[in-house]
């Protein structure tokens, strides 16, 4: 129904419009009748109808400073004329305005309906090409996020050292930085101090990481935040990396990490510090930033260096999310930059890891066909492989079984999406009533957790962390109905520890209270 509002000084007019036409039948619904412009003109500051039915003259302000108003404000609205005036001043001025039709007294009912099918088509079509365009641009700004995403992360592990991808993908930001928007690169730890404990106690570690995010995420007006991982320093102490990106630039440099960390103690009672907060001037500087870091491990013992070792498994689980998804190009470089951090731990370690890449790899892509898995083993490890001394040629041979494998896959993308999504699903069925993340959930089918977060979404139009919710309520459900367990007790075994948490999660899900499904009153 399109909104429409009627003016007329005559009374009887005016209720004979608002009563006499079947105005839903039109596709209309009267909002609003007055007997003087000066009351559209108040209405009109806080409504916008769709189409204003006014008389042209009125005794203190006319229907023509109506349509003036709008036409001088641009409004998105209609104006149909009605007046027993035939001048033909009136008609000038009606289209100097952009009045939509000019009506005369005595009102032609078959008129009227004929004038105002015509409205509600012109507006049906406004409404389709403004629905169309408000699509084109919210799915835009997603392609934008997830571009935004992949490109923080790619650039993190060290996907981006092709010169010419690396390039492209920096023009394609760069064309939507008008603003010469900056970054932040930013890593939270937290004390691993009772708080910490009594928060994942009561609400669980993905709870926990979903509230840091998304204090994050509104950490600052002009900032927006993108995550990267999320990962344990050597004391047990849980930390996120992650970018923050400018939607607007903020010239007076008022970021301060301080606020972030006042910011989490205040919502979430949780001390955390901030040994990262590192202001990038464009895009590009967060490829050259993150492979600095990198390349300040400067331990002598890579191979027991947990750092070192935290960032060769997400690069690793970057690797297969690029091979689930069939993006060669980036499973390449990445693997590339993977091989040159392996060889920093010796030749000896870089053939075990490289090794240990292949197997995990094929095992991605034919895990349930031994035959296969053998046969395509047999192609990407030669047994030359294993007495191989010279790093070029070690490189090379992990290179091309990465290749192998990639156009392995390049017909079977859809057939591993479908896979990829079915091992995650089976493992939640299987643990949902556990404390489990959406990164230790990575760690288990060996993908990179913001693919996996994309292809939930993708699968069930749900998050990680709904589905998870989902799946813990909807076991409540069948226990509250068909088991005499307390309430507590049936928190406990859908893995809630908090049982207020528990009811307010139950209500979010379904609306009622636990009780409510109890076939009587315990």
Known sequence: MYSLIIAEDEFTTRRALVNMVKWNELGFCVDGE??????????????????ILTDIKMTDVSGI?????????????????LSAYKDFSYAQEAVEYNVAYYLLKPVDLSKLRGIFGKLKEKLDKQAFDENMIRDRAEHYERLMNYERQQFVTDAYFGALVNPDRKARRLGLISRNQENGSRLILVKIVLENDQSYHDFCGNYGKQELQDQIEHVLSFYHSKLEHYPITWGVTKEE??????????????????????????????LMALRVEIPIFHLLESSSELINYAGTMRNQLTEENFAHNREYLQLLRDQNKLLCSYLSQNSSEQGLKLAETLFDNYIRGGIAFAKRQSLYTVTRLLDEIVANDLVEWNRLFAQCVPVSVFSGTKYNEFKEWMLRSIRLLFDYTKEKTEANRSSSIGEIMDYLRNHYSEDITLNEIAEKVYLNPAYISRLVKEQTGKNYTELVMEMR?????????????????????????NLKYFYRVFRKIKGKSPNDYRPESK
């Open 473 to 497: 309520i909807d076991r409540a459900v069948e226990l509250l109905k068909n088991t005499d367990m307390y309430v507590y007790e049936i928190a406990e075994a859908v893995g809630y520890k």
């Open 237 to 266: 102490r849980l930390f996120h990396v992650g970018v923050f990106w400018e939607n607007e630039r903020e010239h007076s440099n008022s970021y301060e990490p301080q606020k972030l960390a006042e910011a989490i103690f205040n």
């Open 65 to 81: 400073e109506i349509a003036r108003l709008v036409a001088e404000q641009n409004l998105p609205i209609q104006v149909v004329f």
């Open 34 to 51: 007055f007997a003087d412009g000066q009351e559209v003109l108040e209405y009109l500051k806080s409504n916008t109808p769709d189409v």
